[in-house]
Nanobody
């Protein structure tokens, strides 16, 4: 079992930055692939970014590439999502997720989410 707790969401203006954190417990963070997803009102949950166990490989959705940075600190059992140049369309509930498999297919564990609201 992996428990995930997100924090760092809030209300900011367009162009601002936010850093989300995801604290993990239950097993070493180094044993799982970590990812961030988001769900905007009236829309389906969508992939944002993922990071390999070592942190050496990252993948981003086209909509956030160049603006968001996913990272992890396995010693602190915490993953992060640095969000820069935020846009109103980034408004969503952001979820962190963990995949225990060898490749990223479908996350096995989810956090409860943190709200991010961008005003124009």
């Amino acid at each position: 079992q992996v428990q995930l707790v997100e924090s760092g969401g809030g209300l900011v203006q367009a162009g601002d930055s936010l850093r989300l954190s995801c604290a993990a417990s239950g097993r070493p963070l180094s044993s799982v692939i970590m990812a961030w997803f988001r769900q905007a009102p009236g829309k389906e949950r969508e992939f944002v970014a993922r990071i390999s166990r070592s942190g050496g490989t990252t993948v981003y959705a086209d909509s956030v590439k160049g603006r968001f940075i996913i990272s992890r600190d396995n010693a602190k059992n915490t993953a992060y999502l640095q969000m820069n140049s935020l846009k109103p369309e980034d408004t969503a509930v952001y979820y962190c997720a963990a995949e225990v498999g060898l490749v990223f297919t479908k996350p096995d564990y989810w956090g409860l989410g943190t709200q991010v609201t961008i005003s124009s």
